[in-house]
Structure formats: C-alpha cells, structure tokens
C-alpha cells in the first residue's frame, strides 16, 4: 500500500527507479526502514497497489461475481507525504494539510464505488459522506437493520444518484492521551456544515473558520469577518464530542523492534 514505510517488491521498484530526482527517506526514530530511493518506491507502491486492484476486478470477472458485487475503494486519512516535506507528487492536489491534522488535506480523500446496473460509469457526486457511515450503508446494502445509537447514516440514496439529507454536521478530532486517557479538554479537531469548515488546529487552541464553497484550500481564515458563525460552530464543536474511552497502548520500543 502507498504509505510510510516505503518498502515495496523489487519488481515494482525497479519499475521507476532512475525516473525521478531522488530525496533519501530516513526516519531519526528508527521506527520505518530508511529508502534511498523514496520516490521510485512510492511510485512502484501506488502502481502495485492498482495493479492488485485490477486483479481483485478480475477475479470477481472471472467468477461471475462482478454484476452481484459492490467494490468500495478509499483511504482512511489524507496524504501522509506532506508530513515528511515531500510534495513531488502533489498527494493532495493542492489541499492543505496531511495525516494527522484536520485541515482538507488530512480529512477529504476520494471515495471509488463500482456498482453495475445501479452506478453508472463515470458518474461523481459530491455528496460529503464520512465512516461512521459506512456500517449503515453495508448494513442497508445487506438488507439488515444497523445498530441502534450510532452516528453514521446509510449513504445508499446518494450513491445510486438519488436526493439525500446530508449530515447535519462532521465531526473529527485527534485527542492527545496520556496513559490511556485523552487528556484534552480542546483537542485538535474539526467540524463541517454546509459549506462552514471550523478547524482547531491545536489541542486548546484558537479555531478557524473556512468556506470551503469558495475556499477548499483553506488559505483565508475567515472567523473574525463572521464572529456569529464562528461561535455557533465552537459551540457546536463542544456540545458534540463526546469523551474518548481509555486506550492503553502497548509500550512501544522501535529500536528493540528494529
């Protein structure tokens, strides 16, 4: 898969290796393999990850499965290159931000759905949808009810090109934790409605506000011109997250890993 750390099967790599101008990727924690040949990874990454794509397609071809079979196909973040100072490949297309912080860039990814018979070819929507709503979308899909008291909605009207209620807000956030326990009171975080985009960008500090109709970029931070927005959104904001539960992780020694 693209990702860090960029080790890929030496077929894909020899692919683009000599093709670009080469940036050596060492991680100073010791956590990822270190490549001297980032790009040309990365690149062998992404083609091999299609090529497997195709192969799934046709084996679904194959088996006479693929008019009976809906293929979803996304990511779970935005680009993690930006990170790393590595925009060779415009892995946002311009967004701002990446992995890990909650500007378009880290957020918004494309979301490729093959339905036969009920999404045409070629056909795009807009429709912002996020994944809690996956479970009841597969849920409608399978023709079960979901659970009850989950966030998500079903999404199957508006893939199939029909008129759907969006969300009435979108909530993400990404709460520092110390031994388990989030100990933010204002964690980084963002909320979208509508064409409003409020960003905490920092664990307790200021927000921004963005109109995405107009700038997806989010380069003008627009909460002084709009103050009425601004609060309604902030106060949005804390009335909708709820506390995350404790998480302990396992300790974590990347040199003896290593």
Known sequence: M??????????????????????????????????????????????????????????????????????????????ALPI????????????????????????????VVRWPGQIPAGKVSDFPWMFEDVLPTFAELAGVAAPKGIAGQSVVRALTGKSQKPHDYLYWELPRFTKGTSVDTKPMAALRQGKWKMVRPASNGAVELYDLTTDPFEKTDVSARYPAVTKKLEALMAKVRTMPRVQPDPPQDFARRS
């Open 2 to 79: 693209p990702h860090v750390e960029y080790l890929v099967p030496e077929d894909s790599l020899k692919e683009y290796r000599g093709r670009y101008p080469e940036v050596p990727f060492v991680d100073p924690r010791k956590h990822y393999a270190d490549q001297p040949e980032s790009r040309a990874a990365y690149a062998g990454m992404v083609t091999r990850l299609d090529k497997l794509v195709g192969k799934v397609l046709a084996l679904l071809e194959e088996l006479k499965l693929a008019d009976n079979t809906i293929v979803f196909f996304t990511s779970d973040n935005g680009a």
């Open 84 to 111: 790393y100072k590595e925009m060779f490949f415009d892995s946002t297309s311009g967004l701002r931000g990446h992995k890990q912080n909650m500007y378009e860039g880290g957020l918004r990814v494309p979301m």
